[in-house]
């Protein structure tokens, strides 16, 4: 069973970046494709960001151009930067496969706000 920590979130302004990290422990195999999600009150968790096993990326239109996902399969870690923040992008994120297939961390919230 894997188990996934998200973190790295927070408060930041309009313009602003931050950098998400997951961390995953457990039956992780590299061969996953792996993405990024968020889920905003009351609206479904939608995937943002995804990364094959061989690199190859994809990304939502309302990310594209701001935000980088990345992985290291030897730390078992995917990253998402993510640059030009606006508010719309306030939710909570989290990883995963994907599509989806482990059971959901915590998460960590990220907040767009002046």
């Known amino acids: 069973q894997v188990q996934l920590v998200e973190s790295g979130g927070g408060l930041v302004q309009p313009g602003g970046s931050l950098r998400l990290s997951c961390a995953a422990s457990g039956s992780f195999f590299s061969s996953y494709t ?59 994120y989290y990883c995963n496969a994907a599509p989806s297939r482990w059971n959901w961390g915590q998460g960590t919230q990220v907040t767009v706000s002046s």
């Open 34 to 92: 792996m993405g990024w999600y968020r889920q905003a009150p009351g609206k479904q968790r939608e995937l943002v960001a995804g990364i094959s096993s061989s690199g190859s990326t994809n990304y939502a239109d309302s990310v594209k151009g701001r935000f980088t996902i990345s992985r290291v399969n030897a730390k078992k870690t995917v990253y998402l930067q993510m640059n030009s923040l606006k508010p719309e992008d306030t939710a909570v």
